[in-house]
């Protein structure tokens, strides 16, 4: 194709640098205990990977520190906020200390404050901010929180996070991984139940295998990774 044929209102390739990729405002929301603050931080780990730099906001983390922590002992510095805070000039004050904004992670989202999300939705569409924001969906009577409710009318992505079994990374598992005597084997009869390991193989002393299960998240179970605490022994056995 020439340039000729090129419509008009398509951009050259060149001309891409002169327009910031548009920065996007995600929503994850769930019920307590889906691994909400899990994910947060592994979105972080995901992000500054890539050499990007993130702001980390909380309110009442269950630390009671200001810190993003998760049930499965991740845990990360944290800005602690208040429904008060005006988080356009949070970034701003960053940014005129000579620091590095790319995206912010909100947990405890369902705290803020409907004007706090518009704040939010500023920073993305006027300053390329990227916003994951991760909350409870509904409080003890089952109605929205206001900050949960906000997100969910701006946000350019709302997903619900399902009670779900993680990987140890923090990733949703969605794969069974088969542990025999501590190493991920994936060759074998098609059902195993843990708890009657298959006869002694010739070679391993006729001594009965331990057989559990572990679930995974796909990169891990491709590559075997069972985790930085293998399962000892006592390890529940499924
Ligand atoms: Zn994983």
Same mark, same amino acid.
């Given at each position: 194709?020439?340039?000729?044929?090129?419509?008009?209102?398509?951009?050259?390739?060149?001309?891409?640098?002169?327009?910031?990729?548009?920065? *996007?405002?995600?929503?994850?929301?769930?019920?307590?205990?889906?691994?909400?603050?899990?994910?947060?931080?592994?979105?972080? *780990?995901?992000?500054?990977?890539?050499?990007? *730099?993130?702001?980390?906001?909380?309110?009442?983390?269950?630390?009671?520190?200001?810190?993003?922590?998760?049930?499965?002992?991740?845990?990360?510095?944290?800005?602690?906020?208040?429904?008060?805070?005006?988080?356009?000039?949070?970034?701003?004050?960053?940014?005129?200390?000579? $620091?590095?904004?790319?995206?912010?992670?909100?947990?405890?989202?369902?705290?803020?404050?409907?004007?706090?999300?518009?704040?939010?939705?500023?920073?993305?569409?006027?300053? *390329?901010?990227?916003?994951?924001?991760?909350?409870?969906?509904?409080?003890?009577?089952?109605?929205?929180?206001?900050?949960?409710?906000?997100?969910? $009318?701006?946000?350019?992505?709302?997903?619900?996070?399902?009670?779900?079994?993680?990987?140890?990374?923090?990733?949703?598992?969605?794969?069974?991984?088969?542990?025999?005597?501590?190493?991920?084997?994936?060759?074998?009869?098609?059902?195993?139940?843990?708890?009657?390991?298959?006869?002694?193989?010739?070679?391993?002393?006729?001594?009965?295998?331990?057989?559990?299960?572990?679930?995974?998240?796909?990169?891990?179970?491709?590559?075997? $990774?069972?985790?930085?605490?293998?399962?000892?022994?006592?390890?529940?056995?499924?």
């Amino acid at each position: 194709m020439t340039d000729t044929e090129v419509p008009s209102s398509v951009p050259a390739a060149g001309d891409r640098r002169r327009f910031p990729a548009p920065a *996007h405002l995600v929503f994850f929301h769930g019920p307590m205990d889906c691994g909400k603050s899990t994910l947060a931080l592994q979105v972080d *780990h995901n992000q500054s990977r890539q050499g990007r *730099h993130g702001v980390l906001l909380t309110q009442g983390d269950r630390s009671g520190g200001p810190r993003i922590s998760s049930r499965v002992g991740l845990s990360r510095q944290a800005v602690e906020i208040d429904g008060g805070t005006d988080l356009r000039l949070l970034v701003r004050e960053r940014w005129a200390a000579g $620091e590095r904004v790319d995206y912010l992670i909100v947990d405890e989202a369902q705290f803020l404050a409907p004007t706090q999300v518009d704040q939010l939705a500023e920073l993305v569409d006027e300053s *390329h901010v990227d916003v994951y924001a991760f909350g409870l969906t509904t409080d003890f009577r089952a109605r929205l929180f206001p900050g949960t409710q906000r997100l969910m $009318e701006l946000a350019d992505t709302v997903e619900r996070v399902q009670v779900q079994v993680l990987c140890w990374c923090g990733l949703p598992g969605k794969l069974n991984a088969r542990v025999v005597d501590g190493v991920m084997v994936r060759e074998g009869a098609t059902v195993v139940v843990a708890d009657t390991a298959p006869p002694p193989q010739p070679g391993t002393g006729g001594r009965q295998r331990e057989v559990r299960y572990q679930v995974l998240c796909r990169r891990h179970h491709a590559r075997g $990774e069972l985790g930085p605490t293998p399962a000892g022994p006592g390890q529940l056995a499924l």
